[in-house]
Nanobody, 116 residues
């Protein structure tokens, strides 16, 4: 499984970005898809996940601002980010994993910078 992210960039506080992650290979629907982020000098943290049936989970810091979705027909997961804050600045990584994490994959990451 290969994961390729796109959609990062520089945005002003209060702005919006939409990240996409395209997955190669088959059996996309067996994976829980997620977005994680890592700021300089910090650990990689969960942002949001979405199960194959559409159930979602969000970090408290992004609830109400970010929305994760997936298109199983396109093998793609999205992260719509609204109301961006400077503290959202990080490298955002796409992740795919089985429920028990016996198999997991990471994308190469995409930089999101929120600054005026």
């Amino acid at each position: 499984v290969q994961l390729v992210e796109s959609g990062g960039g520089l945005v002003q506080p209060g702005g919006s970005l939409r990240l996409s992650c395209a997955s190669s290979g088959s059996r996309f629907t067996i994976y829980v898809m997620g977005w994680y982020r890592q700021a300089p000098g910090k650990q990689r943290d969960l942002v949001a996940t979405i199960g194959s049936g559409g159930s979602t989970n969000y970090a408290d810091s992004v609830k109400g601002r970010f929305t994760i979705s997936r298109d199983n027909a396109k093998n793609t997961v999205y992260l719509q980010m609204n109301g961006l804050k400077p503290e959202d600045t990080a490298v955002y990584y796409c992740n795919a994993h089985t429920v028990t994490w016996t198999a997991y994959y990471w994308g190469q990451g995409t930089q999101v910078t929120v600054s005026s």
